[in-house]
């Protein structure tokens, strides 16, 4: 019974990373319809910044969180404006495309940059474990999740309280009525586009003390992150922070309680939870079907 | 439209015979460089198929290849199940080329499988699923390991049966060299060289197959599928149909080059078929250009030879102030990947039409009246 309450724990610490990421998934779909195959890569590349930051200029963890934070937050923006505003109205294809691109590009740069050797990641919890009876928490996990849970509770309010916030809610909804009330819908974009690269940085900073950081180290997270957002409603903020700690919890149990899965059919497991969900229920577990009129 | 037919199978021969002349011209490390453009080409058509002519997104296709290419690993090195098919016995000579059409074959079933579920998705999601499905199968293929070899993979270098070249000791100046290929009564060179004329000619046949089937209806209902599903279909075209049947024959071409793959290299292990072989496909599709045949060569040409060869070419291009945050290592991997991507963005936003619409602009350049680039006459 301990043993099953230890991966329940450790499958929430997985899972915050898994929705960290999904979230940034779902807000990129919801304002401007794209799934952002790059989402993995753009973490990886801020995460290596956030690396450098501490291992090559000495700084300390949260500082260069912060910076790295805003850093992803410009890259997000920049990446928007140059790179997907112009093909937004095409074809699905040219968009799909142009994140390929990214993924190629930043998995690239990474790699030109810092090498492809695989380095260790310095952790802001210390790597102890808590008792509560038979069972052990890892200090990491708790931590993990916790952050997240304050990032999404920060990202919450802003949407829902200030004028920004308002103003990206409306631009995804609507984008011409919020032309025509003065909304700069352009940059509402390109600014969530920005929050969820700040959202993916937080994802790969958080997971890159335990799978360490080389430059394929979100290849796999992404996955999770997609089944995550799709499970949850790939248009839903919360279907996605619910949809990873499901998913975080379910790999784990299942990992532990099936040994045919055992620990390298985890991904195809992903897969598999893409392919049904779609199949079965496209819309997730929170998100609005939508019917087409023909 | 009649002499543009005429002209475009006299252009097919031509060329035909320019790649089976072109091997007196090359040395043999550059024959073998050939055969592997000729392998991207086919899988090439393949995904041009499904994704440029049906419309249907896949970033998936580095899957089917493994299927061939492990397909025709694990038959030539099982050397204790005989090739069989139908009661005919194949004999264990060249055995791996037998193999080629039955990889084919299973890709293709597969693929056509995969269509099923396939029509409930799309656009994006379809994108979505067979990304997925590309990043999973190495790790299907670990998981099976009794069958496919796991992690290591299967090397049948020297396994009986796979056509091959002696080498030969010279007797009198001790030199060793290639004693050639026998095949058919003739004898090839090099081993590369034999490898280019098997590639060679199973692309053009592919090829010629590609166009002969998207010239006529097929290729019209395909396109009609990817212009507007919904019109096509009041039209009476039974998607399920076309569009299982374009992922079918998408996935057949694809296990092909993924066996002739496996044929060129010797060995096949989780990391021959990676997630990047996937997207590089896709990217040679839009070097092409998407619903192109012929000038997907430029595309699989670029796809290789960017790989390889140009890479050193980028680092003159890096400006000097990005050293600050780490050491720069351009012979690193990261060097094509980053060539790549900047071409494919690019190309999306200056030349969507990739190779094949620069060739529309150069033919158009000819033409009179509202031909000419949609405007009139000059």
């Known amino acids: 019974m301990s043993d099953f309450f230890q991966q329940v724990v450790a499958g929430l610490g997985s899972g915050a990373i898994y929705a960290s990421l999904a979230l940034a998934l779902v807000l990129i779909h919801r304002a401007t319809g794209v799934i952002n195959f790059a989402q993995g890569e753009m973490a990886m590349f801020t995460t290596y910044i956030c690396w450098t930051l501490v291992t090559n200029h000495g700084w300390s963890y949260w500082p260069a969180f912060a910076v790295t934070l805003a850093f992803a937050f410009v890259l997000g923006f920049g990446i928007h404006r140059v790179v997907i505003h112009p093909v937004e109205r095409s074809s699905v294809l040219t968009v799909v495309i142009m994140t390929i691109g990214l993924v190629l590009t930043f998995n690239g740069l990474a790699s030109l940059i810092w090498s492809a050797e695989i380095r260790a990641f310095p952790s802001p919890f210390p790597n102890e474990i808590w008792r509560v009876g038979d069972v052990a928490i890892s200090q990491q996990d708790v931590g993990t999740l916790g952050v997240v849970l304050v990032l999404v509770g920060l990202l919450w309010a802003f949407f829902q309280y200030t004028k920004i916030g308002l103003g990206l809610r409306a631009s995804a909804l609507n984008p011409d009525a919020s032309r025509l009330v003065g909304v700069r819908v352009g940059w509402m974009l390109a600014i969530g586009w920005g929050l969820a690269a700040m959202l993916g ?91 087409r009129r023909v | ?275 990047t072989l996937s997207i590089y496909l896709l990217v040679g599709v839009v070097v092409g250009g998407l619903g192109s045949l012929w000038p997907l060569v430029f595309g699989a040409v670029f796809i290789h030879f960017m790989q390889i060869e140009w890479a050193q070419r980028v680092e003159s291009v890096i400006p000097d102030f990005v050293p600050i945050i780490g050491a720069i290592d351009t012979d690193a991997p990261g060097a094509p990947a980053v060539a790549f991507g900047v071409v494919l963005i690019l190309i999306m936003l200056l030349f969507p039409g990739g190779a094949a619409g620069l060739v529309r602009s150069v033919r158009s350049l000819g033409a009179r009246g509202y031909d000419r680039l949609g405007r009139r006459s000059g």
Not at chain 2, 28 to 42: G, L, N, S, T, W
Not at chain 2, 168 to 193: C, M, R, S, Y
Request: some cysteine.
């Open chain 2, 1 to 275: 439209m009649r002499g543009r037919r005429e002209l475009g199978i006299v252009l097919f021969f031509a060329a035909a015979a320019v790649v089976f002349v072109l091997p007196r011209f090359l040395s043999d490390f550059r024959a073998q460089q050939f055969a592997y453009v000729a392998i991207y080409f086919i899988a090439l058509i393949g995904l041009n198929l499904l994704t440029g002519i049906t419309g249907q997104i896949s970033l998936g296709h580095g899957a089917f290849m493994l299927i061939g290419g492990y397909t025709t690993a694990i038959l030539i090195s099982d050397q204790e199940v005989p090739l069989e098919l139908f009661g005919h016995q194949f004999s264990n000579d060249m055995r791996d080329i037998w193999t080629i059409p039955l990889a084919g074959l299973l890709a293709g079933i597969i693929g056509f499988l995969f269509g099923f579920p396939a029509l409930r998705l799309s656009g994006l999601y379809l994108a979505l699923a067979t990304f997925a499905v590309a990043v999973a199968a190495p790790a299907f293929v670990r998981r099976f390991d009794a069958l496919t070899g796991g992690g290591p993979g299967i090397n049948f270098f020297d396994v009986e049966g796979r056509t091959r070249s002696e080498t030969i000791t010279d007797p009198l100046t001790f030199e060793t060299k290639e004693a050639g290929v026998d095949i058919l009564g003739l004898t090839i060179p090099t081993f590369n060289e034999w490898l280019y004329y098997l590639c060679w000619t199973l692309a053009l046949v592919l090829f010629a197959g590609a166009w002969l089937l998207l010239r006529g209806r097929f290729g019209r209902t395909l396109r009609a599928i990817r212009d507007s599903e919904l019109a096509a279909s009041s039209a009476g075209v039974n998607l399920a149909r076309y569009k299982t049947l374009a992922f079918g024959i998408s996935a057949f071409y694809a296990g092909i080059a993924g066996s002739l793959l496996a044929i060129a290299t010797t060995f096949v292990n989780p990391d021959t078929f990676p997630i």
């Open chain 1, 201 to 291: 940085a937080v994802a790969g900073m958080l997971a890159a003390p335990t799978v360490f950081l080389d430059p394929n180290m979100m290849q796999a997270i992404l996955i999770y992150a997609f089944a995550a957002a799709v499970l949850g409603g790939i248009d839903s903020p919360l279907g996605a922070v619910v949809g990873g700690l499901i998913l975080g919890v379910g790999l784990n149990l299942i990992g532990a309680y099936f040994d045919f899965v055992g620990a390298d059919l985890r991904l195809p497991v992903a897969l598999l939870v893409i392919l049904v969900v779609l199949l079965v229920r496209p819309a997730g577990i929170f998100g609005t079907p939508v019917t």
